[in-house]
């Protein structure tokens, strides 16, 4: 579905490693699958013959990935093209991971000119950029966006981007144009009795939490060409692409889960007040405000941190223990991090 998928993805994917090999073995040695490697990025490409035998089989599953003028299966050597299709197939790995549905044929046609017939998303689905563009028409304005895709969940809309490892390009503009279509499409036509504008969201992934650190402090660049918090959503969640941002994606999904999280830190805490002119989810017995930043919502770390250096007060962050160095590193001493044990949480929440 990515059309080439990065050999150093290998392990993610949900077998031991000894089937994992024996399998690619198997493949290379029947004519399916060969390794290609250039410019030091090596991946795992179909065959012709692969395709044929998807197509035949699977045509409902496979046909807008492998056929056609689709990135996906007219392959190309650049190197800035095959990054691209890296960081799709990682995008689609995180997904899956967590229990996204990904293929066409397990999804409504949300996004297709024909055939959707106005139901709603009550799962975890997610649309790949090309799903997106799917619409036609309407799609021509966003082809300059570096979306990776949309993942949609019953209780909102999320605007995928996979930064991989260092700041991503990014051109205010067209992601603004992005939102403005799934606002149009999503919001105020086909799923209109489901989802609000409110509700549109930004999620980028990352593949170290160090990522996240390069994001709160970015300004830009140079030449304001980078990635950087600059309003376009009011939430923008940061997760990595291994086994805790999967986790964690899932709790994302699961408001459920969310709210029983949720009620296990506000144990010993007061409500949050709501007349403050600041983030906060509750509140210390001496009236602290503490802020939930386990989702790592970075413009909603960014405002808390903010107001409590403009008001010259102290303020405690709740986090997972792997994300707290970061977090650390950025709110500094005004800030007292209380940290979730990982294993632990997903122990309890993810049995």
Known sequence: MSGEFPTSQLNRLPAS??????????????????????????????????????????????TFCLTGDAETNRL???????FRLHRLAETYITMGNAGVLLYP???????????????????????????????????????????AGVLLVPT???????????????????????????????????????YRVEQVHGLVLGDSM???YQILTST????????????????????TNDHQGEVILALLCDPVKTAELDRILSQGLSAGNPGRAMEQDA?????????????????????FNTALELMERPGTLICF???????????????????????????????
């Open 17 to 62: 490693p000894y089937y994992l090999e024996a399998v690619v073995t198997a493949l290379k040695k029947a004519g399916l699958l060969r390794t290609y490697y250039r410019d030091r990025l090596r991946g795992y490409r179909l065959g012709a013959k692969a395709k044929l035998v998807l197509l035949d089989g699977w045509p409902e599953r496979f």
């Open 283 to 303: 509140a210390e017995p001496d009236g602290t405000p503490v802020l939930f930043g386990y989702f790592c919502d970075l413009p909603r770390i960014v405002r």
């Open 156 to 194: 909102g809309i999320f605007v995928t981007y996979n930064s991989g490892g260092a700041l991503m390009k990014w051109r205010y503009k067209s992601e603004l144009r992005v939102k403005t279509l799934l606002w149009n499409i999503l919001c105020q036509q086909r799923l209109a009795q489901q």
């Open 220 to 239: 830009g660049g140079a030449k304001h060409d980078y990635f950087m918090l600059d309003g376009s959503y009011d939430h923008f969640y940061f997760l």
């Open 210 to 212: 160090d990522l996240a």
């Open 105 to 147: 044929d397990e999804k409504p046609k949300v996004f297709a000119q024909t055939g959707f017939g106005g139901e709603a998303v009550t799962y975890p689905v997610f649309y790949s950029s090309r799903e997106v563009k799917e619409l036609g028409a309407d799609a021509t304005q966003i082809r300059s966006s570096r979306f």
């Open 76 to 82: 190309k050597s650049e190197a800035n093209r095959r």
């Open 321 to 351: 223990d792997f994300q707290a160095d970061v977090l650390r590193r950025y709110c500094g001493d005004r800030v007292c991090l209380q940290t979730i044990d990982f294993t632990k949480f997903e122990g309890r929440l993810f049995p």
